[in-house]
């Protein structure tokens, strides 16, 4: 894409964001093609925006390619808040595992390694991300777009930390989503990426070579461990992981 095509999708997508409003169509004249386009408009919608307050990373695979996608510190909450459901286009629920970095991790030569990056997480956290988007057809929409509208990223919501989580094997890790008292979803290490510590360290280069590294205070969310579940307004949801807390955000009218 070329520089003018970038600054339209973007405009396109923070138009979207600051009218509550979802896109009419996505014009071939500034498709994104490739991950680099869709990084591109993620940081020209990010410095109109405001700033970071961590990121959103996953794979499909243990083998695959991990994304990244900035969590706006605007749309990132403590558990227990209410997001108000009319500010969502559709209300998508994922229960998650995230970690809070505890020292800067800046531009460097070398690539961070999986160990070093874990030394630098402060604290591991349940959490919830809320699913929405601002395409029309999303679950249709080619994949560069999707990543280009932060990975359909709505809201974040994060638990109480552990700080004590070396012990903690994601791979094992028993989790259940919760709507109004009725358990939705449980599974037992049910992240598709596998290590989410590989995840980690690939979004912390990604971040280094992009954007400065990742910061103290960071947190990084690590993709779903029990799958997208929509919901309603009105609905109270629990993300509970046995040996780590949970996260509650309710969806009020």
């Known amino acids: 894409m070329t520089p003018e095509q970038i600054r339209m999708a ?6 979207a964001r600051r009218r509550h409003r979802q896109l009419d169509s996505l014009p071939d004249s500034c498709r994104p093609a490739s991950a680099a386009d869709a990084y591109a408009i993620q940081d020209a919608v990010v410095s109109e925006l405001g700033p970071v307050a961590g990121w959103k990373t996953g794979s499909p695979g243990p083998d695959i390619e991990p994304i990244a996608a900035p969590l706006a510190a605007s749309a990132v909450f403590p558990s227990g808040a209410a997001l108000p459901a009319s500010g969502f286009h559709m209300i998508g629920i994922e229960a998650e595992i995230a970690f809070r970095i505890g020292r800067d991790l800046p531009p460097r030569a070398a690539d961070y390694e999986r160990d070093e990056v874990a030394a630098a997480v402060a604290s591991l956290h349940p959490a919830i991300e809320v699913v929405d988007s601002r395409l029309p057809d999303w679950d249709s929409a080619d994949a560069w777009w999707r990543l280009a509208d932060n990975q359909t990223n709505g809201a974040f919501v994060y638990g ?17 989503l919760s709507i109004d008292g009725a358990v939705v979803a449980e599974t037992v290490g049910g992240n598709p990426a596998g290590d989410l510590l590989r995840l980690l360290a690939w979004v912390a280069n990604h971040c280094a070579r992009r954007c400065g590294g990742l910061r103290s205070g960071d947190i990084v969310t690590t993709g779903s461990c029990t799958g997208l579940i929509f919901t309603a307004a009105g609905a109270a949801v629990v993300a509970h992981f046995p040996g780590i807390g949970e996260a509650r955000v309710d969806f009020p009218t």
């Open 10 to 15: 973007a405009a396109l997508l923070i138009a």
């Open 160 to 176: 109480d930390g552990l700080t004590g989580w070396r012990d903690i094997d994601p791979v094992r890790q028993p989790v259940a």
